[in-house]
């Protein structure tokens, strides 16, 4: 499947766990030797009463990560194609908590993702050394960037949207050195567990165009929560409107944001069904 252009595996477990490991998800992840996606997203049963399902999300290196925006929409088309559930509105668990994707009559898929956590210790974010420096109401924090042949310092606004983001302003997002500086900023001591880096251009209050280099995976053509985290930062640092349309490679996204929790709204589609054997051990 894929929302916007981020692209997953989708596997249902509800009839029983298929026991996959790190070096499984890394062969599904792989473009070459498996099928090819950003992310695996797996299907399980409620874990609990008022839960719907549970939802599982593992980057193309293996890793088990705790948010994923655009496959939770995929997820909700999933369960709903694929018969497992009736409802428009479905309660998911994730490691980050509960998610509430709700399918609109035109197949796009909402999805409430909880609120924006800023207290550093919860990103994380290890503030050590550093001195924030204020931007509208809010901060931005300079980072020198890891392995940089110049010390250069950007400055970032950091925050979490069930994973952690950091979120930097650039002039001309096509022109932006992605592949350069999101990999030094991930490895920046500060983000002990790594980071998610949003490069956002402002167009004008309420349109940003976006690209976003993430944990475990590289750029991809788009990213649900970090088009979120984007307008949140765009909004606490006095640049944005409470509704924006997020530009991406791969799609456009609505994220709305009124101060509590954060609305997406975009696309999640089929691309095909099918199998694959996997080796009992990689």
């Not at 954060?262 to 095909?272: I, L, S």
């Amino acid at each position: 499947m894929q929302g916007a252009g981020n692209d997953f595996v989708v596997l249902d477990e509800t009839r029983g766990l298929l026991g996959l490991t790190a070096a499984h998800y890394r062969l599904l992840g792989d473009r070459h030797f498996g099928i090819g996606a950003d992310q695996i997203l797996t299907v399980r049963p409620s874990p609990a009463p008022g839960i719907d399902f549970e939802y599982l999300i593992h980057n193309a290196d293996g890793a088990e990560v705790e948010q994923c925006g655009n496959g939770a929409r995929c997820f909700a088309r999933f369960v709903r194609d694929q018969g497992l559930c009736t409802k428009a509105t479905i309660r998911v668990q994730t490691r980050a908590g509960v998610i509430e994707p709700r399918i609109m009559p035109d197949g796009r898929v909402t999805v409430d993702m909880g609120a924006p956590v800023f207290a550093l210790a919860d990103i994380p974010f290890d503030d050590t050394g550093l001195q924030p420096q204020a931007f509208g109401a809010w901060e931005q924090w300079p980072l020198r960037l890891v392995g940089a042949a110049q010390q250069e310092t950007l400055r970032v606004a950091v925050l979490s949207m069930g994973n952690p983001h950091a979120v930097l302003q650039v002039d001309d997002v096509a022109a932006a050195p992605v592949a350069l500086q999101g990999p030094q900023i991930q490895v920046n001591p500060a983000f002990p567990r790594g980071v998610n880096v949003g490069f956002m251009q402002i167009v004008n209050r309420s349109q940003i165009r976006l690209r976003v280099f993430e944990r475990g995976v590289g750029e991809t053509l788009a990213c649900g929560s970090g088009a979120c985290a984007a307008v949140v930062a765009g909004i606490r640092l006095g640049l944005l409107d409470a509704t924006v349309a997020v530009q991406t490679r791969g799609g456009v996204l609505s994220i709305s944001w009124a101060g509590a929790n954060v609305m997406m709204t975009g696309p999640a589609t089929p691309v095909f069904h099918g199998e694959i054997d996997l080796p009992d051990t990689l």
